[in-house]
């Protein structure tokens, strides 16, 4: 009786890629902390979330706070560019920020997270992060004296410019009842966009009436 050889393929190997692991990992433990909080996050969680043993997570990060503070320095890298990318005119520029806000609602979850349970005290990556905000602080100025922001307190414009950017997606329930609509639904994101952009024009007819009366 004939046989037929049959020849086993040999196994597929896939070849390691330690970038996508780590951004995979990290994606994970930002959508854990953003849900629980840096004391409710389990790193178990978020090693099921990644698709890695927790052996791997902390080969690539050595412990839980390790991975808090590499999210941080992750996202203070990203909002650099929301400085020097954004449009020069104040209306455009606020449209653009909240367009970036509202696809990073698991940044502004976590920072809420931090509030309540820092309040006022020290925060992780305290020194980049004030470092990042001279740095919009500086912009602001440079805007200033171009002519195209008001002439207010630069510390407390930033204020206003987080606040019109953030509040509608960090409370969402008042967001829906004062407007009746969700903070994520793409008709209120619309309109609020539409509306930062007639605050900014507004902004600006005072000033050219400022000017002329002056």
Known sequence: MSTVATSKRPPISHARDPQRTRDRILAAALAEFAAH??????????ARRARVNKRMLYHYFGNKEDLFREIFDRKLRERAGWITEAPAD????????????????????????????????????????QA???????DLRVRQRRGLLPDLDAGHLLLVILGL????????????????????????????AEFLQRFSDALATKRAGVRERT
């Open 90 to 129: 104040l209306g455009a520029s606020l449209r653009y920020w909240f367009a970036m806000a509202c696809e990073d609602s698991d940044w502004i979850r976590l920072t809420q997270w931090e509030a309540l349970g820092l309040g006022e005290g020290p925060v992780i990556q305290e020194a980049e992060r």
């Open 37 to 46: 909080g840096f004391a409710g996050a389990r790193v178990a969680r978020i």
């Open 165 to 192: 950017i953030a509040y509608p997606l960090a409370f969402p329930q008042v967001t829906r009842m004062v407007t009746g609509r969700s903070s994520s639904d793409p008709v209120f994101r619309k309109e609020w």
């Open 132 to 138: 990042s905000l001279s740095r919009a602080l500086d």
